[in-house]
């Protein structure tokens, strides 16, 4: 008699083993890094983890995200996926990891719906190790001259990269506007390379670009956001004499809000920068050739370019 309570027992206790470890749990696809490039251009790229969660049909449950960069542990987040709710989309708070640095993602699904990352976890934990992010940022900016809207950027390095899609949203969605193929052999490099794309926009109201960078395997990854005002928007202002005959011109502005004035040559080097200009501003000791006068508005972001003319007797 006790030989049988002892095996219904163990029965009992596989059984609640086996079921706990069987409860539903929420769906986890589409597991990916979204690379924010490398905004202080030291080596180390800032990034997101993204993934479609579906929860079950008994309850809403824990989902945890840790990144691992380099082996060490440097972010984990926990989401609550909501019971039998519609696929959405989760991403984790920014994270910082060397450009080239491996990184190992571990996703584990929990059973209990306590609304914690705790007790017990489904059976199998989801491991996925990215490529070292593709491409590091340098530079982008993006400006308007009369129509014309130009876009450049510069990369400090490319790991498998095709290319880039140039992007623009002037209202709700981002659409595709170029493509520019991976000046990189094979799509990998270790310096410096440059990009450029123009179009005519003539929206009256704000254009905003960006860069979505594409590997070789087709995963994306994207750069910062750039702001361009609309043609009928830009800083008005007025740059005289011109040609001048003394090297002395003034630039002189139509509102009064502080702007940053920036002289370049024709090869594009600055030859004198000015901050948080209020007033009128004259400037001096030009040499002979032709100058570029560029104006930012610093409450707007709305960028003006006029070229002048320098003729010395």
Partial sequence: MKRILLSFLLFLSFGSFVIAQEMPCPTVTGIRVNNAGDPDNNGICDATVSFEGTGDVQSQKGTQVEVFCNGISILKQCFMIPKSGPTTTYTTGIFSCPCSAPLTIVVTRFTASNGECQGGTCSNTIEFSPSPLPVKFKTLTAFRSKEKVAVKWETAS???????????????????????????????????????????NNTNGLSQYRIQQVDIDNRT?????????????????????????????????????????????????????????????????????????????????????????????
């Fill in 158 to 200: 490319e790991s498998n990269n095709k290319g880039f899609n140039v992007q623009r949203k002037t209202k709700a969605e981002w659409e595709n506007i170029a493509f520019i193929f991976s000046a990189a052999q094979d799509g990998n490099s270790n310096a410096d390379l440059s990009y450029s794309f123009s179009e005519i």
């Fill in 221 to 313: 990854s994207y750069s910062d956001i750039r702001a361009v005002k609309g043609e009928g928007a830009l800083i008005k202002l007025l740059v005289y004499p011109n040609p001048s005959n003394d090297g002395k011109i003034n630039v002189v502005f139509e509102d009064q809000s502080a702007k940053n004035v920036v002289v370049r040559d024709m090869s594009g080097r600055m030859i004198k920068q000015f901050r948080n200009v209020v007033n009128n501003l004259p400037i001096e000791n030009l040499q002979s050739g032709m100058y570029s006068i560029q104006v930012t508005d610093l409450s707007t972001a709305a960028v003006s370019v006029e070229k002048v003319i320098i003729k010395k007797r």
